[in-house]
C-alpha cells in the first residue's frame, strides 16, 4: 500500500539556520505530494504542494521539489525563525475514482527553533 | 468565518459511554473525511463522505458511525467508548472532482480524552 516515511524527530535549530525535513514515498502511479504543518494547538494547514514529477511547491520561504527517480519530496528553508515552531507532515495522495482521495500521511516531525 | 468547526473541541469521558462530535464547513465542498491523530502524532483516515455517501472507510471498528445529513455536515458518533479512543479528531473537507492536486482544508481538532 501507499507509505510515507518522514524523518524522525524531534529537530531543534537556532534561528536563521538552514532546515531540511527528508519524506519519501512508496506508491502506486503518480501521486501528488504535499507539506502539510500544524503549529501548538491547531488543525493541520497546507504548506505546500506538486501534483507532477519536477514541479516545486513554495510558500512563506518553505520549497519541495517533487523527485520521482528518488521518490522523495524532501522540505527545505534556508533560515528558520522561531515562528517556524511547528510540527510538519509529509503526505501523498493518489487520484482515484469517486471523488474523494484520501492523504496518506507521513508521521509528522516535530521542529523547534531557538532564538 | 471559519471554514471547517468542530464541536466540541474537548471532550473528557468515561469508558462505555457514547459520544457524538460535530463538523461543519461552509466551503460548499462535497467530500468529507475524518482524521484520527494518536498520541504520537500520527494521521490516519478513518472516513470519507461525498454528497453524503460513504466512501471511504478504514477498517475502524463498527464502535464509530459517521453520519452526513448533508453536504456541509459530517458527525462522529462513538459507541461504548474505549481508552485506545483517547486522540484528537479532526474533520477535513475538499471539492471533487478537481483531481489529486486538491487540498484539503482541516478543522481545528477535538481532543477526547477517554478515563
Known amino acids: 500500500g501507499d507509505s510515507v516515511t518522514q524523518m524522525e524527530g524531534p529537530v531543534t535549530l537556532s534561528e536563521e539556520a538552514f532546515l531540511t525535513i527528508n519524506c519519501t514515498y512508496t506508491?502506486?502511479?503518480?501521486?501528488?505530494l504535499f507539506w502539510y504543518v500544524q503549529y501548538p494547538g491547531e488543525g493541520l494547514q497546507l504548506l505546500l504542494k506538486?501534483?507532477?514529477?519536477?514541479d516545486k511547491g513554495s510558500n512563506k520561504g518553505f520549497e519541495a521539489t517533487y523527485r520521482k527517480e528518488t521518490t522523495s519530496f524532501h522540505l527545505e528553508k534556508g533560515s528558520v525563525q522561531v515562528s517556524d515552531s511547528a510540527v510538519y507532515f509529509c503526505?501523498?495522495?493518489?487520484?482515484?475514482?469517486?471523488?474523494?482521495?484520501?492523504?496518506?500521511f507521513g508521521k509528522g516531525t516535530k521542529l523547534t527553533v531557538n532564538p | 468565518d471559519t471554514a471547517v468547526s468542530q464541536t466540541p473541541k474537548y471532550l473528557v469521558t468515561q469508558m462505555g459511554n457514547d459520544k457524538s462530535i460535530k463538523c461543519e464547513q461552509n466551503?460548499?465542498?462535497?467530500?468529507m473525511y475524518w482524521y484520527k491523530q494518536d498520541s504520537k502524532k500520527f494521521l490516519k483516515i478513518m472516513f470519507s463522505?461525498?454528497?453524503?455517501?460513504?466512501?471511504i472507510n478504514e477498517t475502524v471498528p463498527n464502535r464509530f458511525s459517521p453520519k452526513s445529513p448533508d453536504k456541509a455536515h459530517l458527525n462522529l458518533h462513538i459507541n461504548s467508548l474505549e481508552l485506545g479512543d483517547s486522540a484528537v479528531y479532526f474533520c477535513?473537507?475538499?471539492?471533487?472532482?478537481?483531481?489529486?492536486?486538491?487540498?484539503?482544508?482541516f478543522g481545528p481538532g477535538t481532543r477526547l480524552t477517554v478515563t
Open positions: 477535513a473537507s475538499s471539492p471533487s472532482g478537481r483531481g489529486k492536486g486538491t487540498e484539503q482544508y
Open positions: 506508491a502506486t502511479g503518480y501521486p501528488s
Open positions: 506538486a501534483t507532477k514529477a519536477d
Open positions: 503526505a501523498l495522495r493518489r487520484g482515484t475514482q469517486g471523488g474523494s482521495e484520501k492523504l496518506v
Open positions: 466551503l460548499g465542498h462535497d467530500t
Open positions: 463522505y461525498n454528497n453524503k455517501e460513504l466512501i
